[in-house]
């Protein structure tokens, strides 16, 4: 997996007296102590400095190979029962986007039934929580908090806005072509249905306004960000993703458009600049001029100090089409 943060773990060859055989299925990932014992591995093979201990009953081979996080999180959320990795573990593991303070931050979080001991040894983080049976899957092993629950626990500590990008991902329609999934990872009522779940829960309420400035057709938290920034200078709403038809069988699809003034606005990425994609975006420019829309191209430079030069060109497209400075939402 990307972007997500990883283990070094050293290999101390002057410590090594002895070649150490680990069965297959544990030569290459960290592993639980009862596992390699219910494997066939002796005890005494334990206490080898070939393996790294980087907590109670946790293994890891020493090797080059860096660990991943979800595999560290596998064995840190099987060592106890009734836990799950959750917070900014599960995270990073869901790859969801926006800024989390913790992204980066060292330590395996793990959340644990209300009720049962709090999980606390070294290299954990541990939460006592609410956790409910539906809010928990196991993905190749590792037992984790679901998308929509990491969503919620993550509040406290993440801004509206980021809330935002993460509850726009959640929702958003994905292409099966291109994902192999044909539905959202969340629906609304899956949101609201949580936060209605943990009322008093630290965060909710950013939870709650996140949820309402959400919308389904974001494709990307870029994209939020720039349609939040509009909202908040006064603009119209613009709808995301509509498909446009410009003409006889020629259709196009912008991140936004203000339909009722003709205004397209597409946010370019890195992907962008490569030769073909360039030759595309300028002929989807050439069909929407063709077809009486203005369009606004926009990057990431646009979007630094909170957007304000990407607001402006959008403004001026606007003013330029006849709207009169005042804000109609929902369109």
Known sequence: MENIPRLEIPCHDERMHRPLILPPNLASRPFTVEDALASGVRPGSLRNAQLAKPSRGIRIPGNDKPVQLPELARVYSTVWPY??????????????????????????????????????????????????????????????????????????????????????????????????????????????????????????????????????????APETRLRLAILRAGLPEPRLNPVLLLGAGIHRQPDMAFEEYRVAVEYEGASHSLPDQVVRDISREEDLTRGGWIQVRLSKRHMEAGGAVAVAKVRTALVSRGWGGTSSRGM
């Open 83 to 220: 836990s799950a990795a959750s917070h900014a573990t599960a995270f990073s593991v869901w790859q969801m986007p926006g800024f989390h303070p913790q992204g980066e931050s060292p330590g395996i979080h793990i959340s644990r039934r209300a009720g049962h001991t709090m999980p606390r040894r070294r290299g954990a983080i541990g939460h006592e929580t609410n956790l409910l049976d539906e809010e928990v899957c196991a993905i190749e092993g590792l037992w984790i908090t679901t998308r929509v629950r990491t969503w919620l626990d993550v509040s406290r500590l993440m801004s509206v806005d980021e809330l935002t990008v993460v509850a726009d991902h959640l929702l958003r329609v994905p292409r099966p072509e291109l994902e192999g999934r044909v539905e959202p990872y969340a629906t609304v009522d899956g949101l609201e249905s949580m936060l209605h779940r943990h009322k008093g829960t630290p965060g909710i309420r950013k939870a709650r306004l996140a949820l309402e400035a959400a919308r389904v057709g974001s494709d990307s």
